[in-house]
């Protein structure tokens, strides 16, 4: 699995590709170079959390295109990918950052698939900091984590496109990359060897 | 008055405590993507938040440089992974930080900070280090700041550039974000306005 990493650019997104998880990216490309580059030499691309949408959206033709000739494009959290790639329907959330303050609280975010193989990777801990919003998927797409009553929050869509595409709210890579939250550390721990090994369903 | 340009890396628009320095004709907010290497070697500052895209502006050096030798000011937030001001090396993260490692102290008075208590900007909610998790390295003659933590890591400092200009270095999170009082998030907002446009009482001070 070839796999293209889009980075914009921010301190967290370079300490996300040139630190601990470098070894997974084929290829690393500003927003302006999809423009250029041959994305059909990758099997996926990978949006990082906090891409401005500004530098995705006039690339969404050329991503669709890419989508129809079965690549898969991985849309990070905060990147408002219902700018730039189709059949996206999104609800932002106002995001509750203290809600661990009180004991026993709990964030409500579950496992939608736990027989899922990304779920042999991660657990429920792995997958919980905050929430950015829900995602309303199309009939046929595979929701596999859901938070407070049942509403996506990561999923996979084989239908709107003949490629493939992985949307989540969750911005591990910001946090990560700015040297916050170990939850974040462990999610890409998990989630990024999935993606590389193909993203097994 | 040539305002500071503020340039917005994400897609949110300008922070509001800004909204008041804007109206005023002391900053203007710019699309990063829209900025040109003219609008940056003319500026009188540039404010960067912690989304800058340093790729981008390592490819304006020149332009950055053009800007600091005219006397200009640079405020930086965030953590430093490229030199796009010659001499600027990478963010240092703390290693395994404990609690203790977050407190702040004043190591140096400095206009931005004057009768704000730095320790209450350390936490937010009581839950620490959003102001800072390690430190950008001050270039040789900068003056340390604010310090994190028992060995006073410099998470704040300014440098008086040689060939002219100045930078003024906050190491994390956006400066106009920490602590828990509007208040002084929006006096610091001013603040760093006023250091850049070298107005007030921060007329001389780098």
Redesign the interface.
């Known amino acids: 699995m070839k796999l293209l990493a889009v ?6 997104q ?2 996300a590709v040139e630190g601990r998880y470098r070894s997974y990216f084929d290829a690393t490309i ?1 927003p302006e170079d999809i423009a250029t580059t041959r994305l059909d030499a990758f099997d996926a691309m990978i949006v990082l959390c ?1 891409t ?4 995705m959206e006039p690339h969404a033709r050329r991503l669709r295109t890419y989508l129809d000739g079965g690549g898969t494009v991985i849309a990070m959290g905060e990147c ?1 990918s219902e700018r730039w790639l189709p059949g996206i329907r999104f609800e932002p959330c106002e995001t509750n950052f ?1 809600w661990w ?1 009180e004991p026993g609280a709990d964030l409500g975010v579950r496992i939608a698939q736990p027989g899922h193989p990304l779920f042999s990777r991660l657990a429920e801990a792995d997958i919980t900091w905050h929430l950015h919003g829900f995602f309303t998927p199309p009939a046929g797409a595979e929701a596999l984590v859901v938070a407070q009553g049942n509403r996506p929050i990561l999923y996979v869509d084989e239908v709107t496109t003949k490629g493939r595409m992985v949307l989540t709210s969750l911005d591990p890579f910001f946090h990560h990359g ?3 939250m170990p939850a974040t550390t462990r999610f890409l721990d998990g989630f990024l060897p999935w993606v590389r090994e193909g993203m097994a369903g | 008055m040539t305002p500071a340009i503020f340039i917005l ?3 949110a628009p300008l922070p509001h405590v800004f909204e008041q320095q804007a109206a005023d004709g002391f900053v203007r907010a710019v ?1 990063q ?1 829209r900025l040109r290497d003219d609008d940056i070697a003319s500026a009188a500052a540039l404010i960067t938040c ?8 390592i490819r304006r050096s020149a332009a950055i440089a053009r800007m600091l030798d005219a006397g200009g000011r640079l405020a930086i937030n ?5 030199p796009y001001v010659d001499g600027l090396t990478a ?1 240092v ?2 290693e395994e930080p404990r609690r203790a490692d977050y407190e702040l102290s004043r190591l140096a008075g400095h206009p931005v900070f004057d009768d704000i208590d730095v320790g209450a900007l350390a936490t937010n ?3 620490a ?1 959003f102001y800072g ?2 430190y950008n390295p001050p270039l040789p003659g900068a003056v340390a700041l604010n310090g994190l933590g028992p060995r006073q890591l410099p998470v704040d400092w300014t440098w008086t550039r040689p060939q002219g200009g100045a930078l003024f270095v906050h190491s994390g999170n956006d400066l106009w974000g920490v602590g828990d009082d509007p208040a002084t998030r929006e006096l610091l907002a001013e603040r760093l306005v006023n250091w850049c446009l070298r107005r007030g009482n921060a007329e001389k001070a780098a």
């Open positions: 980075n914009a650019g921010a301190a967290y370079i300490e500003p906090r401005p949408a500004f530098r408002h203290w303050l700015h040297h916050f | 890396s994400t897609d699309r993507d912690v989304s800058v895209d340093q790729d981008d502006l965030g953590h430093v992974l490229r963010f993260p703390s909610r009581g839950v280090g998790r390690g």
